[in-house]
């Protein structure tokens, strides 16, 4: 069983695939610091891991932007006369990091650039949240080539939602990558239940 790296980037094959969750699982069982480099729209996945996980506040990052609307990060800034940076992200200092990023590989953050911009200056691994549901394979298909292309490091695949093993093996097979798990939706979304999916689906991983 292969182990995650000490720092690395969790993307996702589009928006509300999972991405919080499983950042919020790996959370509960890794000695690592959260931080989202970006956060559209209110309260903001930063609170909701940790309130969900129950970890103190030193084990939080502040985010680099903090945007109102729950909107592509490029529109979201725009709203508010805000441009995104490229050079205004500075990943905390720890030496265990899970770096979240907002929607999926390639969305926009400012005129020019996009998520996986950001992904390729921090130069990263990257841990890719999938849907187990129809479509999945295209879109995580679609993600890991623009990932590769990038010369980014893909850890894995995490496949989300209720079980669907045909799916996972075709991610797999088709996109020459491990899916390190299938979390299947948790009864308990607090640290009891976020440490007992930890230990279930990535026991021995960290």
């Known amino acids: 069983m292969s182990e995650l790296p000490p720092k690395f980037f969790v993307t996702g094959t589009d928006t509300g ?3 919080t969750l499983v950042s919020a699982v790996l959370m509960s069982g890794l000695s690592a610091v959260y931080w989202k480099p970006v956060q559209s729209g209110e309260p903001g ?3 909701w891991v940790r309130q969900a996980t129950g970890l ?3 084990r939080f990052a502040p985010e680099t932007y903090r945007l ?3 909107l592509s990060p490029h ?3 725009e709203l ?3 441009e995104i940076a490229l050079g205004a992200f500075q ?3 720890a030496s265990r990091l899970i770096a979240e990023g907002a929607g999926g590989v390639l ?3 400012n005129g020019r650039q996009l998520m996986i911009d950001l992904m390729a200056q921090l130069g990263l691994p990257v841990l890719l949240v999938a849907r187990s549901s129809l479509g999945t394979i295209n879109h995580t298909l679609l993600s890991l080539e623009a990932l590769r292309r990038r010369c980014l490091e893909v850890v894995g695949v995490v496949v989300n939602g209720p079980s669907n093993l045909a799916n996972e093996e075709a991610i797999a097979r088709y996109g020459q990558v491990p899916v390190l798990a299938a979390v299947a939706p948790l009864a308990r979304l607090d640290a009891v239940g976020l440490r007992a999916a930890y230990d279930r689906y990535f026991g021995g991983r960290g």
């Open 56 to 58: 103190p506040a030193e």
């Open 91 to 93: 990943p905390p200092v």
């Open 45 to 47: 996945d930063t609170e």
């Open 80 to 82: 508010e006369g805000v």
């Open 75 to 77: 529109a979201a800034a």
């Open 68 to 70: 109102q609307q729950p």
């Open 17 to 19: 695939v999972g991405k």
């Open 107 to 109: 969305v926009p953050l």
